[in-house]
T-cell receptor, first 114, second 116 residues
């Protein structure tokens, strides 16, 4: 069985400060993990994905995430927030046991203060 | 080209209307998906087509009828919808619908559906 938990429903940071969006997962098999971003009234855009290669994954727009198996975590970080980062972020898990289905976290809304 | 296109962008329909949503991709992907997303919620999977065959139907009411005419095109036919069906409908595609959990799903911009 798989599940994914996003620990914060809303995160607010000041522009120029670091961003941390937290995600924990549960998977019986070796998981693939993704972060997607969704701007208001838009579709989802892939930020980055982990597929059992390097544990530190770099994505677009300066985001990165670290896969920590011992902590079953895949937290998303960015060193310096920009106003354009304000959006909804979804952590997603899939595995070879559920090929066509991916499990979404409940989402974290990121707000950026000027 | 990593684009999934969806038409129309917005749709308003009455409960007795019949309408269709369209999704297209030209990435050679063999799996295509329909999701429903309510406000402030994650997307919910509705249907999966793998190699043009319906492989997953998440107990969706029959007023939603998917169709995959070819490997690039996915339709969602709507009939006798209810106001609670108002949502953002997202289409996605991935390289394969087989045993490849690491496949990335590429999402379209969605169709905003309002049922009056």
């Amino acid at each position: 069985a798989q599940s994914v938990t996003q620990l914060d429903s809303h995160v607010s940071v000041s522009e120029g400060t670091p961003v941390l969006l937290r995600c924990n997962y549960s998977s019986s098999y070796s998981p693939s993990l993704f972060w997607y971003v969704q701007h208001p009234n838009k579709g989802l855009q892939l930020l980055l994905k982990y597929t059992s290669a390097a544990t530190l994954v770099k994505g677009i727009n300066g985001f990165e995430a670290e896969f920590k198996k011992s902590e079953t975590s895949f937290h998303l970080t960015k060193p310096s927030a920009h106003m354009s980062d304000a959006a909804e972020y979804f952590c997603v898990v899939s595995s070879y046991s559920s090929a066509s289905k991916i499990i979404f976290g409940s989402g974290t809304r990121l707000s950026i203060r000027p | 080209d990593t684009e999934v296109t969806q038409t129309p962008k917005h749709l308003v329909m009455g409960m007795t209307n019949k309408k269709s949503l369209k999704c297209e991709q030209h990435m050679g992907h063999r799996a295509m998906y329909w999701y429903k997303q309510k406000a402030k919620k994650p997307p919910e999977l509705m249907f999966v087509y793998s190699y043009e065959k319906l492989s997953i139907n998440e107990s969706v009411p029959s007023r939603f009828s998917p169709e995959c005419p070819n490997s690039s095109l996915l339709n969602l036919h709507l009939h006798a919808l209810q106001p609670e069906d108002s949502a953002l409908y997202l289409c996605a595609s991935s390289r394969t619908g087989g045993l490849a959990g690491e496949d990335t799903q590429y999402f379209g911009p969605g169709t905003r559906l309002t049922v009056l």
